[in-house]
């Protein structure tokens, strides 16, 4: 059976989330230019040139069945709509779908599959991913297993079997920065007729770009980098497949976790800034690794700018840059929790991605529900997010804290 086949009953009535024909010719131009321009045409009702904020329910009908496009906002607003076509445009797809978070993403994704389906991951997954399989689907009858990372390209093809419904991938994964071939990953699971999810909240559509490597869905924490201030919380999917996103056009509306106009307005403008923020993010990164490769407090830095990381010619290969999420092993775990308690210009916070660097102990924040199972988060790992601060603060403020382990 095709990957993207439901049968007769579960088929979706159409809704059309293509993207219109004026943001696929914007396709011609650049990145930075269509992260402001696609599906932002000023309001032909006013010239407003930013996007409005359409925070209504519903929408008057002409006669019944005689609309303008949008008759309720949990099917369709035009502000989410903006988001969606941006959004798509720049991950390279042809649909995109804007969630309340990225949890309700994911979860949406999980409604494309059957109870006895098989979910093969990577085992170096975000906790509340983890927790979502492991604690809601597992029980009813869903199948999860997971693999090593540095294991997907020796062993992958043997680990996916004729129930394999689907290839859930991070690359770089949350929290150990592990990479994974995505190109190379995406052929073995369509030949055992499996499809492939891409998370790709780290990386960005700026840096990466999976469908493009032949992934069939990209989902984001748009609450992350794409947001970028912190101070919105959403999810977002992407396809280049038809039959997905008929069927993701129909979950979106039917299970109806979507981002509301305000918060979708809110990662529209910060779009407008990611491949500037990117830039930034990524030089940030650099410096705090340089301090941290050899420093006496550091046992190991988990980056895959670093040529000796396992992924390094990967990411080289499938990237733009390597990002600017960095881990790193302090000497134990008592010492990684002073480190990340003792951190001024570095936050101590869950979530990344915003333009203020944040710090934190992965082991028992974002991926506490990982503790018990077959990978743990070491104890000893400090998980970074570089912001955009001046990166000489950046870099002193870690010295600081690190001093202490030193002596």
Partial sequence: MSPFSWGGDRRAPHLERSLPESALRIGAVDFETRAIHAGQEPDPATGAVTVP????????????????????????????????????????????????????????????LDPGDRVLAVSDVYGGTYRLFTTVLAPKGYRFQTIECDRVESELTDRLDGSTRMLWLESPTNPLLGVVDIARAAEAAHAAGAMVVVDNTFATPYLQRPLELGADLVLHSTTKYLGGHSDVVGGFLATRTPELAERLAFLQNTVGAVAGPFDAWLVLRGLKTLAVRMRQHCANAREV?????????????????LADHPGHAIAARQMADFGAMVSFRARSEAAALRIAAQTRVFTLAESLGGVESLIEHPGRMTHAST????????????????GLESSRDLVSDLEAALADETR
């Avoid at 002409?62 to 369709?76: D, I, K, L, M």
């Avoid at 690794?289 to 700018?305: D, M, R």
Wanted: hydrophobic share 40%; net charge negative.
């Fill in 289 to 305: 690794v340089e301090l941290l490769q050899g420093h006496p407090a550091v046992e190991q830095v988990l980056y895959p700018g």
């Fill in 53 to 112: 904020i359409y925070a209504t329910s519903t929408f008057r009908q002409h006669a019944v069945g005689e609309h303008q496009g949008y008759e309720y906002s949990r099917t369709g607003n035009p502000t989410r709509r903006a988001l969606e076509t941006c959004l798509a445009s720049l991950e390279g797809a042809t649909s995109g779908f804007a969630f309340a978070s990225g949890m309700a993403a994911a979860a949406t994704v999980t409604e494309l």
């Fill in 371 to 386: 503790a018990d199972s077959p990978h743990p988060v070491p104890g000893s790992l400090v998980r970074l997010s570089v």
